[in-house]
């Protein structure tokens, strides 16, 4: 027997620690080759670190919530052979760098890549197992198979090995017989009862790192808003006909895709809205296309999926490929280059929408636009009142690089274009 000690290895560019999200195992188990071992969050990415061997787990170090850098020993094995140490190179000196296992990324909302990131692919493989006789599948796909009541030995998997990816698991509801997840029931408490308990939630992870996005883009950047309401009456008879008519390979429209195509065919005039902002080096970068970030909200917290160069599409496409970045940040398969590169953000509560908001910006980003319901009310209209459908907006701006008079100017130019919307496509 010897011992083998796994260091926390080199998980993307200029990556120098991580934190600790998920134990997947603890001392005393007994692990093969590849199962995973713990998540970690980076200040680019959520990664599922893989064991490199074969062996028992005699120590671990850190808890959930801990930063350990890169390099410092992780996990101690018992490992058949002589492992990676010897009596006369103690724990405290690094030995020989160990075999790098291959991170398997969960993409965070500004993520960094990863060395070989397992890469779904749509050929379909026979079900697969690791050297435990498990199915080759991510804790988070097991979790998402257990609540939807699906036997993952049932599953044929399309990842590298036969591995069972989140798709696979959309394939198979989609193919019907899978039970519907119990819900329990929230417990109700009686009327005139007080309710003392309290729950405390360590704020780790993505949501820790959300919330650090945020406080910096709210402490570094002077945000000022500004709101508008748009008479969306014309788009919405023009949306309804184009989704009567549309092809059955075509995807059905909301308001967001004309959005989107609206926004890049005015940026040209607003430059300065459609830019990145670097404070520490006095530097804007103003960008020719147009890379629009979707807020999308997940079971895992906010996601930042961005639909590139939309000013090279038409309606279809930029309805199909946004359908396609936030459904994939949704179910955790988003690839690396989806979740980078916006140039501005567009964010929306759909039905939840409400009147109003102050949009914190998308760092380093300069600009960002809230989006809410579109209600029909009265409406003053060529000199009496008529039912019309109107649509709050909200966006706010970097104070530092744009005007209060430049930000006004995009929104207004935005709402010329939605109020009378054949110009979209002149």
């Not at 620690?17 to 980076?42: A, C, F, N, Y």
């Not at 017989?177 to 408490?189: F, I, N």
Request: net charge negative; with cysteine; aromatic share 4%.
């Amino acid at each position: 027997m010897g011992t083998y000690e796994f260091r926390l290895p080199d998980i993307g560019e200029g990556v120098v620690e991580g934190e600790i999200v998920t134990w997947h195992v603890k001392v005393g188990d007994t692990v093969r080759e590849d199962d995973p071992l713990l998540e970690v969050m980076t200040d680019k990415a959520s990664v599922e670190i893989p064991s490199p061997v074969d062996g028992t787990i005699t120590s671990s170090t850190g808890a959930p919530g801990d930063i350990i850098p890169v390099g410092q020993v992780c996990i101690v094995f018992d490992v058949e052979g002589d492992g990676n140490t010897t009596a006369s190179s103690p724990t405290s000196e690094a030995p020989a760098e160990p075999p790098k296992p291959t991170p398997k990324p969960t993409p965070a909302p500004t993520p960094t890549p990863t060395p070989s990131p397992v890469v779904s692919t749509p050929t379909q493989v026979s079900p697969s197992t690791g050297a435990s006789g498990k199915p080759l599948a991510s804790p988070a796909v097991r979790q998402r198979a257990r609540q939807a009541g699906i036997d993952l030995r049932n599953v044929a998997g399309s990842g590298p090995a036969g591995r069972i990816t989140h798709a696979d698991i959309d394939a198979q509801i989609a193919g019907g017989g899978v039970p519907a997840p119990v819900v329990q029931p929230s417990p109700t408490v009686p009327r005139g009862v007080k309710r003392t308990s309290t729950e405390e939630v360590p704020v780790i992870g993505l949501r820790r790192k959300i919330a650090e996005n945020m406080a910096e883009s709210k402490r570094r950047i002077p945000h000022f808003s500004y709101f508008e309401e748009i008479d969306v009456t014309e788009l919405e008879a023009l949306r309804q006909h184009l989704n009567a008519t549309k092809a059955d390979d075509q995807p059905k429209l909301t308001y967001l895709p004309f959005i989107m195509l609206a926004l890049s065919k005015i940026m040209p005039d607003h430059p300065e809205c459609n830019a990145h902002y670097d404070d520490e080096a006095n530097m804007v970068t103003r960008h020719g296309a147009v890379h629009l970030g979707i807020a999308t909200q997940t079971d895992r917290g906010l996601y930042v999926p961005v639909v590139k160069h939309v000013e090279a599409m038409d309606v279809w496409t930029a309805a199909a490929e946004m359908q396609r970045v936030s459904g994939a940040a949704r179910a955790g398969s988003a690839a690396l280059d989806d979740l980078s590169g916006s140039t501005f953000t567009i964010t929306s509560l759909g039905r939840d929408g409400g009147l109003g908001a102050t949009p914190i910006i998308n760092r380093p980003e300069v600009s960002i636009l809230g989006v809410h319901k579109a209600n029909e009310r009265p409406l003053v209209y060529n000199g009496r009142i008529e039912i019309r459908r109107v649509m709050n907006v909200s966006s706010s701006f970097d104070h530092r690089v744009v005007d209060g008079a430049d930000g006004a100017a995009l929104i207004q130019h935005l709402k010329r274009m939605l109020e009378h919307p054949a110009t979209i496509f002149m």
